[in-house]
Every structure is written in C-alpha cells, then in structure tokens.
C-alpha cells in the first residue's frame, strides 16, 4: 500500500532565500487566497542556536491525542516529519478553548503560536486602508493558521475572530521553527542533491532545481510489492530513492521468469525516461525491504519548467550525447 506523503512545497518555497518574498496562503472554505509580498529572513537551521532543553510535553487524555490526530493528518505543514518528529509536535501542542467574538489573533501583532482548528467556525479580517475590517473568509471545523508570521518572522497578515465556541490546537513559535521548518529545509536540500544527480536535469538552474525540489512527493512502499512493471504503458513519473534499497528485474524467456538486473541504493533513481518518452516502462522495479521515495510527476514537472528536452537542449551536444545513452532518438520523445 502506497503511503503518500505531500510536501511542504509552496508553503516554503521562498523562507530559504532572502529578498522580498510571495508568500502564499491556503485557500478558505470562501476560497480567500491571501497572496501577498512580505520581507522575509533568509533561513538557515545551522545559524540557530540549539538549545539542549527537552521539548515541552502537554499531557493528553486518549479522548484528546485522538482528536489531534484527526485535525492534523492532511496538514502539509508536517509532511516533512518523520514520525518521531511529528509525537514532538503533537506532544508539544496544547489545547485552547474559544469564545464568541474572541481575538485568536490579531493583524500586525507578533507570531506567538501556530494554529490548527478542531472544531468551531473563524472569521478571517483584513483592515482596509481606511481602518475598517472586511470579512474575506472563514475556516469551518478545520484548517490552520498563523504559520506565515513564524516562517517569515512578520507580523500577523489577518485577525483571526471566534464566530462562536471553537477548540483549538497551539504550537509556540520555537518548537515550530526548531522542528518543522527546520526539517522542511532538510528536506529541500536532500530533494535538490537528489536532482543534481540525473544527468539529463543538470543544467537546471538554482531557482529551477528549487522548485522541481518542492514538486517532489514522498511514498513509501514495503517489500514485495511493486512499484514501476515493466511494459507498463502508465509512465508519467520517476523516482528517487531516500531511504532503502531497490531491485531492478527484467522478464528472462530464457528462464521464463524476471532476472534481477540491477540495485539501486539510497540517492539512486528510476523511471527517468518518463519525462522524456511515452514508450512503456523497460524494467520492474521493486523494494527490497521498506523502501521511502520521492516521485515527480511529469505534469508537475511541465508545468514548472515545461518539456524535459527543452532543458535539455540548452546544451545541443550534450542533449544529443544523452538520447544516445538512453537509447532513444528524437522520434520517440513526447509530443513527437
């Protein structure tokens, strides 16, 4: 069974790099996308101090860590955790109870906590220039909030206001930066090295390879089962090994049965003709024991950066050397 895991991605994309940034929020129930530019600091883990303080543990009834669990799961926010990292998290989150018409936060006002709603419905306020607040949206028994302000170090971009009771989940700024945010870079940076390894997306540049990065999306698949087959005509993604061993088996007549051709270890990577053909996949690929993955899906890839051969040709001699090697000729590439 496939476990996929969505990454931080566009949450983050530009807390790494300095300058003025577009930090983009998530879409409410009324779909309100709060985009806006904000000046935000260039982040890097290695120039915090860590603290050898044990993280704070809130105590939680069964009742309790049942709920957060349910309120947590589809936040992309944690997605770059392990889990380990993520019972720190939960461990660390308290609970905050709310009423009528009451400030969660407050427009202008210092990032203290991270939000994520259990239950109850919240009013999102923007001041106009004029002074006045506008209702642009609302969070109805789910979603998050205030994670902008502690990413970026900004003040808060809205108020947040209690339509009536409500329960909430709190994370303080030091364990959301000391723990997700740092492991959302770590994650980038393993994503990038990881991509610096094909040969055919070497001539990405550093803002490219960052975003391929952040469309890169983490399964995991156990022993046995299969994760590419060959002569499967489904090839629009490819993947990278993070974590485990991978068996590459080629169909044998001779034997009658697939031969093991090759392994692939951790930093290793398959399936890399999808994003340049339509031809059927050329081998079964299979874990050899838990394996943890990172695939890019040919559209995402598109998308951002448009045909793989395209990339490719900024260097016509070395784009014609490539084909060769992996035995294709332009006739075969998509869209041809």
């Keep these: 069974m496939v476990k996929m895991l969505n990454n931080f991605g566009r949450c983050v994309r530009n807390i790494f790099r300095s300058g003025q940034q577009q930090a983009d929020d998530r879409n409410s129930k009324k779909n309100y996308d709060r985009r806006q530019s904000v000046c935000a ?13 044990p993280n704070v543990v809130y105590p939680k009834s069964d009742e309790q860590r049942k709920r957060l669990n349910e309120a947590v799961k589809d936040i992309l926010l944690f997605k770059s955790l392990d889990s380990e990292q993520l019972n720190q998290v939960l461990d660390a989150m308290f609970e905050r109870k709310s009423s009528k018409g009451e400030h969660i936060i407050d427009q202008g006002g210092d990032g203290d906590n991270f939000y994520v709603i259990d239950s109850g419905k919240f009013d999102i306020l923007v001041k106009d220039n004029d002074g006045t607040f506008k209702n642009v949206g609302s ?10 302000a502690l990413m970026y170090n900004t003040p808060r971009a809205a108020t947040i206001v209690s339509s009536g009771e409500g329960i909430l989940w709190a994370l303080d700024r030091v364990i959301f930066r000391k723990i997700v945010l740092k492991a959302a870079y770590k994650r980038r940076q393993m994503h990038e090295a990881l991509l610096e390894k094909v040969p055919m997306l070497k ?12 469309a890169l999306e983490s399964c995991s698949f156990q022993d046995g089962e299969t994760i590419i087959k060959e002569g499967d005509t489904s090839t629009d ?7 485990g ?10 034997h009658g049965n697939d031969v093991k051709v ?23 690929v299979i874990p050899n024991g838990p394996v943890l993955l990172a695939s890019l899906d040919i559209q995402a890839f598109e998308r951002l950066l448009g045909p793989c051969m395209n990339v490719m040709k900024r260097n016509i001699d070395d784009y014609e050397k490539q084909l060769q090697s992996l035995g294709l000729s332009t006739k075969d590439l998509r869209g041809k």
Excluded: W
């Design 245 to 254: 061993v991978c068996m590459v088996m080629k169909h044998s007549k001779e």
């Design 262 to 284: 090759n392994e692939l270890k951790e930093g290793g990577y398959f399936g890399e003709l999808a994003l340049l053909t339509l031809k059927p996949r050329a081998a079964t």
């Design 203 to 214: 001539h990405l540049n550093e803002f490219e390879r960052m975003n391929i990065a952040d």
């Design 41 to 53: 600091e260039a982040y890097n883990p290695d120039e915090e101090s860590d603290d050898d303080e």
């Design 237 to 243: 993604i490819m993947f990278f090994i993070e974590k």
């Design 139 to 148: 969070y109805d028994s789910k979603g998050f909030f205030g994670e902008l």
